[in-house]
């Protein structure tokens, strides 16, 4: 009998928990994907027993429904009738989905999906601008005045020199502007013609670099001298935001929803001319006039604050918990006004333990994290930058690992608080500025106080992190973790799936066979998505490919996972087998945790399988291979 579609869609609908419960709908080939409000109010049981639904499961923030080819399209227009929704693309769903996140969630997502592209570039720059400044400090070495600490010298500072255009060009991307409108902006904020930012705290350099004798950055006046106090109206600061990053974010952001709203309202034939002239333009006047005048002002609130605090044990606590506050909000060169008048006037740099406490604490956090994670992802990134914050560099521990995950951004903040009245009450300090961590011990006046400072700050860091800290994945025993890590370096496997230049590897050993051969109708039909079928000679299913797990049926005899090319992958161990409930399977792996390639992700017993009476057959299908032109399965491959 045919499928009523009108019914099935009418069902489905009522069990979503009425129309303002929906957000978004659309579909691909095989599923109705749909955006919920409330997930609670979704009766899921139900919706998996309406006639036409082969099954159903939620990835990332979506409730998809398996109807299949040919079928889902002309479910998925009744339902748009009885909804009285309008048709979105499956582009459309997932933004939808994305902004069903809180606030909160969505602004660090944002922050991570900006750094995290960049961090090789941060990472390899802050581990040999330690490196290169610590071999500089050795006295009776001369590599501080050989060409070759000039030369390193260069290109280690290059990611930090151009780190605003950098971060714009991530930026843009994050939030959809074009990428080289982004570069602009970012250029324009460290553009030759502004003051560098790291001299804004030295008269020599202002005056030299301005010409002047009063020590004073010089302004331009847009809009003329229309006053407000004594600050004139509009006015623009000739000063560059070298080592920022907010201001940088905020400004890209602005300017990418100019240029989105002007994509719309510009008519098509003078899109090309005036949408970029228009972005550009006003973003940059937005710039410089106000969110840049608003960060500098700021420094100069955090600078005086900060050399008042940092005079007795409960100020250089303040200032060692949010001295990484200010890392964040591109602060943190300018205490150098402060550790250089401290130089000059009293010979001792009584601030380089507070910003030493504060950056090791970093060190500690990110270090816990990194050894404490099981997805191999995140220690990739946690190991090294923890590496670069040990020798003071900590924008790599900072953005790319504690800020976050967060709970270690605060966990430092506490290490790097109590660290600094521990260097406080004990009077230590620097005969010079700019160095911090491992590096400050050249120039620290008593060693071993330092030493325990350090080990105050990042051990406090540490413990806090590895106690309060658990990564949100189910964490393994660690015997199966480090099986799962040999199994992946050794795994070899052939290739049974290939869609769009990416491999999937047989997830289990045994002889592959054509989906036509899988004894189910779901599977072999293609309605969920073309595949194959294993005949298992093991018990043990794993990672096809490097990946995230998108989804783990709860009676632990299926995953999902996600991999290179976008690709959806479903391992079902047996057929029927959700009837065992559990019984003979074991997971190892829980949704959105990260895999490598032949990591442990099931195990199941064969025998108890069989003695139930269904078939042990393990069944791949690329869930999403509608979105390729080219498929080929293992008799292709």
Not at 120 to 140: D, Q, R, W
Not at 155 to 174: D, G, K
Not at 181 to 205: C, K, P, Q, T
Request: proline fraction near 4%.
């Amino acid at each position: 009998m045919a499928l009523d579609y009108h019914k099935c869609a009418e069902e489905i609908f009522s069990h979503l928990g009425g129309r303002e419960n929906i957000v978004s709908a659309a579909h691909c080939a095989t599923r109705l994907r749909l955006v919920i409000a409330d997930n609670s109010k979704v009766d899921a049981k139900a919706l998996e027993n309406v006639e036409g639904v082969k099954g159903l499961f939620n990835s990332n923030g979506q409730l998809q429904l398996i109807i299949g080819t040919g079928t889902v399209n002309k479910v998925y227009e009744e339902f748009l009738a009885i909804t009285g929704m309008t048709a979105a693309t499956k582009e459309d769903v997932k933004a939808a989905a994305a902004a069903r996140q809180p606030l909160p969630k969505r602004m660090v997502k944002a922050l991570g999906d900006v750094f995290v592209p960049i961090l090789p570039a941060i990472v390899a720059s802050g581990l040999m601008m330690g490196l290169v400044e610590a071999l500089g400090k050795i006295e009776g070495l001369g590599f501080a005045n050989s060409d070759w600490y000039a030369f390193l010298d260069m290109i280690s500072a290059t990611a930090f020199a151009y780190l605003p255009v950098i971060v714009a060009i991530s930026a843009a991307r994050v939030f959809g502007g074009n990428i080289f409108l982004g570069a602009v902006i970012g250029l324009s904020m460290i553009h030759s013609s502004l003051l560098n930012g790291w001299s804004v705290g030295s008269a020599d350099a202002i005056n030299s670099f301005f010409g002047v004798t009063d020590g004073i950055v010089q302004k331009w006046y847009l809009f003329g001298n229309i006053k407000i106090g004594d600050y004139v109206l509009l006015q623009i600061n000739r000063q560059g935001y070298q080592g920022h990053v907010i201001p940088v974010i905020i400004a890209v952001f602005l300017m990418c929803k100019i240029e989105q709203w002007l994509h719309k309202h510009v008519p098509e034939m003078i899109d090309l001319f005036v949408t970029p002239l228009c972005t550009v333009l006003s973003t940059a006047l937005v710039t410089f006039t106000i969110i840049g005048p608003i960060f500098s002002t700021l420094e100069t609130y955090v600078l005086s604050f900060a050399q008042v605090l940092v005079r007795n044990p409960f100020g250089a606590m303040i200032m060692g918990a949010v001295y990484p506050v200010t890392v964040v909000m591109g602060l943190h060169h300018m205490y150098n006004i402060i550790e250089a008048g401290m130089l000059s006037s009293v010979g001792l740099n009584t601030w380089m333990p507070i910003a030493s406490a504060a950056n090791f604490a970093q060190f500690g956090a990110c270090l816990a994290v990194g050894l404490k994670a099981k997805a191999n992802k995140t220690k990739v990134i946690a190991v090294p930058s923890s590496m670069s914050a040990a020798l003071g560099i900590t924008e790599p521990a900072i953005f790319g690992v504690n800020m976050r995950f967060f709970k270690p951004f605060v966990c430092a903040m506490i290490g790097g608080a109590i660290g600094s009245i521990f260097g406080a009450v004990t009077g230590i300090g620097a005969t010079a500025y700019g160095v911090t961590g491992i590096p400050g011990f050249l120039t620290i006046n008593n060693a071993g106080v330092y030493a325990v400072l350090l080990l105050i700050s990042g051990g406090i860091a540490f413990v806090l992190t590895t106690v309060i800290w658990k990564e949100d994945v189910e964490e393994a025993p660690a015997a199966e973790t480090t099986a799962a890590a040999e199994t992946a370096a050794e795994y070899e496997a052939p290739v049974v799936i290939r869609a769009g230049g990416n491999a999937v590897l047989a997830p289990v050993k045994g002889e592959a066979v054509k989906s036509e051969e899988i004894p189910d109708d779901a599977f072999s039909s293609g309605a969920l998505g073309i595949g194959v079928g294993i005949k298992p000679d093991d018990n043990v299913v794993y990672a096809p490919f490097d990946g995230k797990i998108s989804t783990v049926i709860d009676t632990k005899h299926a995953v999902g996972i996600s991999g290179p090319g976008n690709m959806e992958l479903l391992i079902h161990v047996g057929i029927d087998t959700v009837k065992m409930k559990g019984d003979g399977f074991n997971c190892f792996v829980s949704q959105d945790e990260e895999v490598k390639k032949g990591q442990k992700l099931l195990e199941f017993d064969r025998k108890k399988i069989k003695d139930a009476g269904y078939s042990d057959m393990v069944v791949v299908l690329l869930t999403n291979s509608d979105d390729y032109d080219d498929v080929k399965t293992a008799s292709d491959c």
